[in-house]
């Protein structure tokens, strides 16, 4: 079945640490974001890609960093200078960047946590 | 600028109660709206999604919305709930039209639970 993989379900991270979420899809989707849900403040947009080799900030991109050399992939690394990093984090795709009529469909998310 | 409202927090209700959640948003144009669902530890959900005609719309699991132009809502809405429902709503709306700025802009959530 098609779909969203997000790897590992639970991370833990040292001060001072950079650590990378993975994402992929098979779904041959073009476009993919990543999200950070805090409790309270539903979902913010860290980053997206509408296509391969190009990616975009969103609305928190401080203290994180992507990449998009693959179709299927979109690693999300947070920063040591990401000051807040403890959060639940969520990969979406989207059939076409563009794209009015069509959803987003979300991984299942890996949750970070500060040691 | 494009903005989500849900009111409430938390709501519970009795199972086979019927269910309402608000949704309000702001936007300047014909509005593009979601609504998601998330079970605990889990990534969202499409439920429905309204971008023109009918303003009625029906979703998967029972779920339904109707679009309010002249009140800015998209209130979400089931007949009679199923302890099943017990999870966090989100409404969304689209931002942007075309090229590369399309975005989702959420809603802070609202927490359903389910007394048996």
């Known amino acids: 079945d098609g779909g969203i993989t997000q790897s590992p379900k639970y991370l833990f991270r040292k001060e001072g640490q950079n650590v990378t979420l993975s994402c992929e899809q098979n779904l041959n989707h073009d476009a993919m974001y990543w999200y950070r849900q805090d409790p309270g403040q539903g979902l913010r947009l860290i980053y997206y890609s509408q296509i391969v080799n190009d990616f975009q900030k969103g609305d928190i991109a401080e203290g994180y960093s992507v990449s998009r050399e693959k179709k299927e992939s979109f690693p999300l690394t947070v920063t040591s200078a990401q000051k807040n990093p403890t959060a639940f984090y969520l990969c979406?795709?989207?059939?076409?960047?563009?794209?009015?009529?069509?959803?987003?469909?979300f991984g299942d998310g890996t949750r970070l946590s500060i040691l | 600028a494009q903005s989500v409202t849900q009111p409430d927090i938390h709501i519970t209700v009795s199972e086979g109660a019927s269910l309402e959640l608000r949704c309000n948003y702001s936007?300047?144009?014909?509005?593009?709206l979601f609504w998601y669902v998330q079970s605990p530890g889990q990534g969202l959900q499409l439920l429905l999604k309204y971008f023109s005609g009918d303003t009625l719309v029906q979703g998967i699991k029972g779920f339904e919305a109707e679009f309010k132009r002249s009140q800015s809502s998209f209130n979400l809405r089931k007949p009679s709930v199923h302890w099943s429902d017990a999870a966090e709503y989100f409404c969304?709306?689209?931002?942007?039209?075309?090229?590369?700025?399309?975005?989702?802009?959420f809603g802070t959530g609202t927490l359903l639970a389910v007394q048996p």
């Open positions: 936007y300047g144009a014909t509005p593009y």
């Open positions: 969304a709306v689209l931002k942007g039209y075309g090229g590369a700025t399309n975005k989702l802009i």
């Open positions: 979406a795709s989207k059939d076409r960047g563009y794209g009015l009529d069509q959803p987003q469909h």
